[in-house]
């Protein structure tokens, strides 16, 4: 799991910002170099020049990553139009020459598509958080290697600031929620950080059961980032984090009293985070396949349960 602040063109993204864009393509005059460990679901902050506090740049918000993929120019347009910071392709192509440092452009670019984007209502500077990054840095760097949480401490001040008015706008329909990002990824890290539960082909029939019982019972349901198999739903009055279990006679039950274990640790870890940004209860719940009764009665008499 991996946070990143990239430096940005500030033309660029106020475009993005007074377009009132909540899904940008981020693209990258490259098409080689693919950005190492990050996957779907980690967060992209703008890192940009603002005024003029010492040659610093700030923060000026982050989207959300749903998916890389190489595409020319020509395909950059026409699948994403505006969407690429730009009014117009002429413009587009003009920008991009204006930074190569080459004299031709590369045949291919390095896409990061985000969604969830949003922008505050003024700049987070790093140096607010005890963080310097050197004023030359020309691309990125990863947040949380400078120092561990960086990323919850900026969306933290991020809901602190507020969104910019035409990120928080009321006819906005994808208006982004800071606090469930938060604890999507506090989620989602603390189920990184647990011991393997299901092997590969196991771990395809769990998210399998587990994708069931979603449609069925799970409202704001979403698969962690890494762990597929294992997920969350964030809802106005509670957190509820799942974890399946598979058919009960071909478990041992020290397989089962491990998951149970495994269980408590994902909740204590969640918990170790969460109470610094909510008071919401936050609660385990195991997903069960149909016509387990005797494991259900077992389970529901200390914990939430829930059938496919």
């Not at 507020?162 to 928080?168: F, I, N, Q, R, V």
């Not at 198999?229 to 598979?246: A, N, T, W």
């Amino acid at each position: 799991m991996a946070s990143i602040a990239y430096v940005t063109d500030s033309n660029m993204m106020e475009f993005h910002r007074l377009h009132g864009h909540t899904t940008v393509n981020f693209w990258r005059l490259t098409a080689k170099k693919k950005i190492a460990d990050l996957q779907y679901g980690d967060f992209v902050f703008f890192l940009t020049k603002i005024g003029a506090r010492n040659k610093e740049k700030g923060i000026i918000g982050y989207g959300v990553m749903e998916k890389d993929e190489r595409l020319s120019l020509n395909g950059m347009w026409t699948k994403y139009g505006e969407l690429n910071g730009f009014a117009t392709k002429a413009a587009l192509k003009q920008e991009m020459l204006s930074v190569n440092k080459a004299e031709t452009l590369p045949t291919y670019f390095n896409c990061l598509l985000l969604q969830e984007v949003t922008f505050f209502s003024h700049p987070i500077y790093l140096s607010e958080l005890g963080i310097k990054v050197s004023n030359l840095l020309e691309s990125y760097t990863y947040l949380d290697k400078l120092q561990e949480g960086t990323t919850m401490k900026l969306l933290a001040l991020g809901t602190e600031i507020g969104a910019d008015l035409w990120s928080s706008t009321a006819d906005n329909a994808q208006k982004p929620d800071i606090f469930r990002q938060q604890a999507y990824h506090i989620v989602s890290k603390a189920a990184s950080q647990l011991p393997v539960i299901y092997t590969r082909r196991k771990a395809t029939t769990a998210a399998a059961l587990l994708e069931a019982a979603s449609q069925k019972d799970i409202n704001s349901f979403a698969f962690c980032r890494e762990i597929k198999y294992l997920g969350c739903s964030i809802e106005k009055d509670k957190v509820r984090i799942f974890i399946p279990v598979l058919n009960h006679p071909k478990l041992k039950t020290e397989e089962i009293i491990n998951i149970l274990g495994i269980g408590a640790l994902w909740l204590l870890l969640v918990n170790k985070e969460m109470r610094a940004l909510t008071t919401k209860e936050v609660a385990v719940c195991y997903v069960l396949p149909e016509g387990e009764q005797e494991l259900y009665d077992l389970l529901q008499t200390d914990f939430e349960v829930l059938t496919a």
